[in-house]
């Protein structure tokens, strides 16, 4: 039986323990020790869709660690952790926000950050460059080998709600704007809220993506949708992460785990 590879989820990293979609720094950094101790080893999106399609083969256990949104507290908090181990990431950018930061950027790096609200409320009040990664953090940490950048669409709107034009906008032109600033192919998208539909998937694969990121629960196998990956939301505890990863790389205990989660 052929290895599955969970494609881990992340948004935050940052003190504010029990907050939304956050998880600790010391917690991270005890998750991310844990891939390199145990000889994890961490896929870039394109070996993930090779694994997908049949042209690689895993011997060894493998993850996929990904952050949605680009905030911050990801250059902040996680960026050192994945330079310390060595660990490969993707961030997905939404191409509006990160634009915003970019525009207006603080003089120096905030010595803490907000809570998510918090950091909503900044971004609605054009202040985005307190918490979002700007085009700056985005080429030091593109430039390490380590982190890619993706497509999170261009304003984080639920994707299913939106009519054909806008829709087209938000999936095309994020795209491009990725393409642009980062000066790499952009192949993947995440969708906003987990919100999509036939309409989205299809003008996504027109636009030229090769692979889209969902927030269904599950891991990664040879044979998969790579339109429809399966993600696992990643908690704040590491006793909690070595035990999910010890199953969800196991061929056997995983499927069976993953049908009882269902029932």
């Known amino acids: 039986m052929k290895r599955p590879v969970p494609v881990l989820m992340y948004h935050h990293v940052n003190p504010h323990r029990g907050d939304t979609v956050t998880v600790t720094p010391e917690v991270f950094e005890g998750q991310m020790r844990y891939l390199a101790e145990a ?28 952050f949605d949104d680009g905030w911050l507290d990801n250059y902040l908090y996680a960026w050192p952790v994945l330079r310390k181990y060595g660990i490969k990431a993707t961030i997905f950018i939404v191409t509006d926000r990160t ?48 982190v890619e950048f993706h497509s999170h669409t261009l304003s984080h709107r639920k ?10 906008h938000e999936i095309v032109d994020s795209k491009s704007i990725m ?16 919100k999509f539909d036939y309409r989205g998937v299809g003008i996504a694969q027109n636009a030229g993506y090769r692979g889209i990121f969902t927030t ?4 990664a196998r040879p044979g998969d949708d ?8 990643v908690k704040d505890s590491v ?8 199953v969800y790389t196991s ?3 995983s499927d069976l785990y993953l049908r009882l989660k269902k029932k």
């Open 39 to 66: 000889s994890y080893r961490t896929l870039t999106l394109d070996e993930l869709l090779a694994h997908i399609d049949g042209s690689l083969e895993l011997q060894e256990k493998a993850v996929v660690v990904t």
């Open 99 to 146: 634009e915003q930061a970019s525009a207006r950027p603080v003089n120096q790096l905030p010595a803490t950050v907000p809570s998510h609200n918090g950091s909503k409320a900044l971004i609605q009040h054009d202040n985005a460059a307190q918490v979002v990664l700007t085009w700056e953090h985005v080429s030091e940490m593109d430039a390490s080998g380590l």
């Open 159 to 168: 994707c299913h709600e939106l009519p054909d034009d806008v829709l087209r």
């Open 179 to 194: 393409e642009e600033r980062v000066g790499k192919p952009s192949h993947y998208l995440c969708w906003p809220y987990g």
């Open 216 to 219: 269904i629960h599950g891991v």
């Open 226 to 233: 790579p339109f429809g990956i399966r993600r696992i939301v």
């Open 239 to 246: 006793s909690w992460f070595r035990t999910k990863m010890r």
């Open 251 to 253: 061929a056997l205990f």
